[in-house]
């Protein structure tokens, strides 16, 4: 059964919201629950001490950040949470994550990236040159004729990159700059069906679900990956970030750099869903907010239900920028034009034709009035960002609407009014 989502109760949640703000650059960060916060703030004020210790209040610390692993095991739909790792960032917990296997990669390998955000790219990068490896771009193509800018990841322009040496192949679930939803479990399989009749003999693939992961739901055993990273702080919480790495992959790939995993047995006293355990933790973390947001109490019901209300969000906003009225002013969506449920409500376009207008300039209107907030740039995925055809100005990138399911069509209102002011 599809539970329609209650976005009046999931408002009510964020003090943030209480201000009337419309927080509309959630991709850069989403706001913050209450009980996130009552969570940090108890943590800090009644059991700030060093983990592992024997005394209570050590042991209750040690608890509380332990039930942490637990829930971001759900959240990746992981095996085991010894596959999980906290770290301060995503971008932080690759770097590690490719210097940890250094050792593992070979003069020849060959890894194929996107030229989306650098957390998953970078890394990757510098671990090929320190290595003597070979990086390979899979770039995304417009899917509009009419609309250069119009860019998606597509699978055919992938598999011909695959070769008997291909050992990495490192993508996003979802663009911050385009806003698509990539397909990862059918694009993974496609990957490791063309690796094997190539004959590659091990190839890794790493999803970048940071921009994802507020939106979709992650099962990174369905899709039959090796690493997958998100950011609470973009999904309703705090600012830490969760590294999974396959079991498989953490004992065959990985050295002791990457040492902080969690131990899949405890040292837990309060085992998740046990007596006490709700008091404690139930309340408080992300994974609960999520869960609450429909009657059904399980995370594929929450997301479809995401899914379905930010569509509706999705398919305002794209209908005006893509109206011919907007179309022969010059904007230009950049990213996929159509809404659907394989489309996030990250917006991005540019001003071009023979009244061009910069990104800054669009979103500097919407500062001096104040009210909203929107953002321009490159956000990050500066290959494909300096790849858009014609070429847009890098420090200017594209103006981005980014809303999530706390978001409401009153606000895409808002947000339009200001755009029809703009390019009247
Ligand atoms: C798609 C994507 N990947 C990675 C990151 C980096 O995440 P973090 O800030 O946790 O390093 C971001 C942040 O904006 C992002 O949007």
Redesign the pocket.
């Known amino acids: 059964m599809a539970h329609v989502l209650d976005v009046a109760f999931a408002r009510s949640q964020f003090p943030a919201l209480k201000s009337g703000f419309i927080f509309a650059e959630n991709?850069?960060?989403s706001q913050i629950t209450q009980s996130s916060i009552d969570l940090i703030v108890d943590y800090l004020a009644n059991t700030n001490v060093q983990l592992g210790a024997d005394y209570s209040v050590s042991v209750t610390a040690t608890e509380r950040v332990y039930s942490a692993a637990e829930d971001a095991r759900k959240l990746l739909g992981a095996a085991d949470k010894g596959e999980i790792v906290f770290g301060?960032?995503?971008?932080?917990?690759?770097e590690n994550l490719a210097r940890g296997m250094e050792e593992s990669i070979q003069a020849g390998d060959e890894f194929i990236i996107t030229g989306?955000?650098?957390?998953?790219c970078g890394p990757w990068k510098k671990l090929a040159a320190r290595r003597g490896a070979v990086v390979k771009y899979w770039h995304s193509t417009p899917t509009n004729p009419n609309n250069p800018y119009s860019l998606s990841l597509k699978v055919e322009d992938l598999l011909p990159l695959i070769s008997a040496k291909t050992r990495i192949v490192a993508f996003?679930a979802?663009?911050?700059l385009l806003g698509s939803v990539v397909p990862v479990e059918a694009i993974t399989k496609a990957v490791r069906a063309e690796a094997a009749a190539k004959g590659a003999t091990k190839v890794e693939v790493s999803i970048?679900?940071?921009?994802?992961a507020p939106h979709r739901r992650i099962d990174v055993q369905a899709w039959d990956i090796d690493f997958c990273?998100f950011?609470f702080?973009?999904v309703y919480g705090p600012?830490i970030?969760a590294l999974y790495v396959r079991a498989a992959s953490l004992s065959s790939s990985v050295s002791s750099l990457v040492h902080h995993f969690l131990p899949s047995d405890g040292p837990y006293k309060l085992q998740p869903g046990g007596p006490g355990y709700e008091a404690l933790y139930g309340t408080t973390s992300v994974l609960p907010y999520l869960l609450s947001l429909t009657p059904a109490n399980d995370l594929a019901a929450t997301f479809a239900a995401i899914a379905a209300h930010e569509t509706t969000l999705a398919e305002k906003l794209l209908g005006y920028l893509t109206a011919p009225a907007q179309v022969a002013r010059g904007l230009r969506v950049v990213g996929v034009e159509a809404p659907s449920t394989d489309r996030l409500p990250t917006v991005s376009f540019v001003v071009v034709g023979d009244r061009p207008m910069g990104s800054k300039d669009v979103v500097r209107v919407f500062d001096r009035r104040g009210g909203i907030g929107i953002r321009y740039g490159h956000?990050?995925?500066y290959t494909t960002a300096s790849r858009l055809p014609p070429p847009v100005d890098l420090e200017e990138g594209a103006v981005r609407v980014s809303l999530v399911h706390y978001n409401t069509l009153e606000e895409v209102d808002a947000i339009i009014k200001v755009f029809e002011e703009i390019f009247a």
């Not at 301060?88 to 690759?94: C, D, E, F, Q, Y």
């Not at 989306?116 to 998953?120: D, K, L, Q, S």
């Not at 970048?208 to 994802?212: E, G, K, Q, S, T």
Request: proline share 3%.
């Open positions: 991709a850069g960060g301060p960032s995503s971008t932080a917990n690759l989306e955000h650098e957390a998953n996003t979802a663009s911050n970048d679900c940071v921009a994802y990273v950011s702080y973009k600012h970030s956000f990050y995925a």
